[in-house]
């Protein structure tokens, strides 16, 4: 089986387990919820002309630079308002900010100006609130003011992510981006959250970037996550994930290896770390770490099928087998790892087995012509239903014409049906293509030229 770099695991903490499954709040957007600068009409555009002092994203950032840049600290809360009642929202005109919108956000900025801040529309339903003099906890405790200034009867909910300058290396302009991220961090929590900036908030930032294929943007992240918190175990093997898809192999062994040294017991790193031996072509080391990572966690999938497949490369049949049976326990819908099953069993001698596994490949992939071949040939040395085996070998040849091991198992079948001339012709054609079957040729034409001597 063809390894790819993205059989890397990814983390599977509570942070990896919010990005698989969509908040609330984050399903309601059309882009996935990501950091980004407005694009194109949105439902709250209406808004500009009720709120002379709301700048845009740009005018923020400008402003914070420039207005506040004598200032420390600053605390910038990124807000998104969702209205609770849908029915409402979708009998308005497109375009129009609801009534419900409009009077929390009239509500919630007259919190911003009491306390001397600025604000900007971010995106959809999103704005943020900058606070000159506040700290976090601070800016919390605002975001709670404006919390229940809302309306009682729960229409409208507000979710805050909370950062302040400075933290690291960010720049006043930067912290708008961090508050963004917070609130994206919040969201997993449902509507109604507050959540500080933090190294989750650059984890989960980070995996939207890897997710979308950019990989050195989600390296950048996960960097500044652990200059935040340099324990990270989920950073450094988010980390370690990245530079092992870009083959840079020392940089992700050496984030992996850190964090096993900080939590031995995660089963994550000590499996990447594994894996990345194994794109080195260090087997031996590769086993090692798989079966360190079985002994921490038993029959995860990715974990037993690796080990199966060390066995079968090296040979050891019988060792590969209950971990290649572990591997489709564990996943009963991975066609590669019956197939290795049926591959294993059959060089065990246990062709009934064999014959079982290859089924369940062909039962999840109908197209997988090795597969349907190798049953084909399977049939063929039972002795057996050599119509069926004949069946399955030509369905093998109309998906991979060019595949001369293909071919000359055809050719076979035919043979023992006593198909001489088409059986020839397979083997020709394998030859043709590459396949040793000068053998079969000679056979085939000593058959014919016998029948025809009778």
């Known amino acids: 089986m063809t390894r790819t770099p993205s059989d890397l695991f990814k983390k599977r903490s509570a942070t990896n387990e919010f990005l698989v499954s969509s908040s609330d709040e ?14 194109g009409p949105v439902e709250d555009s209406g808004l500009a002309a009720g709120f002379p002092d709301m700048l845009d994203r740009q005018g923020l950032k400008q402003a ?3 207005d506040f840049g004598a200032v420390a600290p600053i605390c910038i809360l990124a807000v998104r308002l969702a209205s609770q009642n849908h029915r409402m929202d979708a009998s ?28 900007a529309r971010i995106g959809n339903r999103r704005f943020a609130f900058t606070l000159p003099r506040l700290d976090g906890k601070a800016g919390r405790e605002i975001a709670q003011r404006m919390q229940a200034t809302l309306p009682s009867d729960n229409s409208v909910a507000l979710t805050a992510g ?7 290396n960010a ?28 190294a989750v908030s650059l984890n989960i930032s980070g995996d939207r970037l890897y997710q979308a294929g950019d990989i050195r943007g989600a390296i950048n992240e996960f960097e500044k996550g652990l200059r935040l918190d340099p324990c990270d175990t989920n950073l450094l093997n988010s980390l370690g994930v990245c530079h092992g898809v870009l083959e840079e192999y020392s940089q992700a062994l050496t984030a992996f290896e850190t964090a096993i040294w900080l939590a031995p017991e995660e089963i994550m790193p000590v499996y990447n770390r594994g894996f990345v031996f194994l794109r080195q072509g260090r087997t031996r ?52 790892a019956y197939r290795q ?25 109908p197209e997988d012509a090795a597969s349907l071949s190798m ?35 055809l050719g076979r079948v035919y043979l023992d049906l006593g198909r001489l001339d088409v059986a020839l012709a397979e083997f020709e054609l394998a030859a043709a293509l590459g396949h040793d079957s000068r053998a079969m040729i000679e056979e085939a034409q000593d058959r014919m030229m016998a029948f025809k001597a009778s």
């Open 64 to 66: 914070v630079e420039t």
């Open 375 to 409: 049953l084909g040939r399977l049939y063929a040395k039972r002795g057996e239903s050599l119509d069926v085996a004949s069946v399955l070998c030509e369905q093998s040849v109309r998906i991979a014409p060019e595949n001369g091991l293909f071919r000359h198992r």
């Open 341 to 365: 099953l049926g591959a294993c069993l059959d060089m065990l001698g246990l062709t009934k087995e064999a014959v079982q596994a290859y089924k369940a490949v062909v039962k999840i992939n």
């Open 285 to 336: 080391q590769a086993l090692d770490a798989f079966l360190a990572a079985e002994a921490i966690e038993p029959g995860v999938f990715e974990v037993v099928f690796h080990i199966g497949q060390i066995h079968m490369d090296s040979r050891r049949h019988d060792q590969a087998r209950p971990y290649l049976e572990a591997a489709v326990q564990a996943n009963n819908r991975s066609a590669a």
């Open 92 to 119: 308005r005109e497109a375009g129009s900010p609801s009534e419900s919108l409009t009077v929390a956000l009239e509500s919630v900025a007259d919190v911003c100006r009491h306390c001397g801040g600025i604000w």
């Open 26 to 39: 984050t399903a309601a957007e059309d882009d996935g919820g990501s950091v980004r600068p407005d694009s």
């Open 162 to 168: 909370v950062a302040v300058y400075p933290t690291a």
């Open 171 to 198: 720049t006043r302009s930067q912290t708008v981006e961090n508050a963004e991220k917070a609130l994206e961090h919040a969201g997993f929590f449902g509507p109604g959250s507050i959540t500080d900036f933090d």
